[in-house]
């Protein structure tokens, strides 16, 4: 399965509802878990971001929902990246002409 990153943000409402976060993150589990997705972890992080998780999903359009759902309340906007490993990359760097 494709490998994702997703950089969470706290929304203004996300900070102002803090104290429900760990609820809203095992919500999200259980949502991406039942869509597929396999998720390696969530870390709270210090700087741009507050949240990063490393996830496998089953294809983009499945990755995609999963970000709109956990997005859809206002407490986190997302930015998804979607990696490739070393061999992966090999494999498109080989292919540029």
Do not use: C
Request: no cysteine; glycine share 6%.
């Amino acid at each position: 399965m494709p490998t994702y990153i997703s950089l969470l943000k706290l929304t203004a409402e996300g900070a102002k509802n803090i104290k429900s976060q760990p609820q809203r993150q095992r919500d999200a589990l259980k949502a991406a878990q039942a869509a597929g997705v396999k998720v390696h972890g969530t870390w709270m992080t210090l700087g741009r971001y507050d949240l990063v998780s490393v996830v496998e999903a089953p294809d983009d359009a499945t990755m995609a929902r999963v970000a709109l759902q956990v997005g859809k309340n206002g407490n986190y906007s997302t930015e998804t990246l979607k990696a490739f490993t070393e061999a992966e990359a090999e494999k498109i760097i080989n292919a540029v002409s």
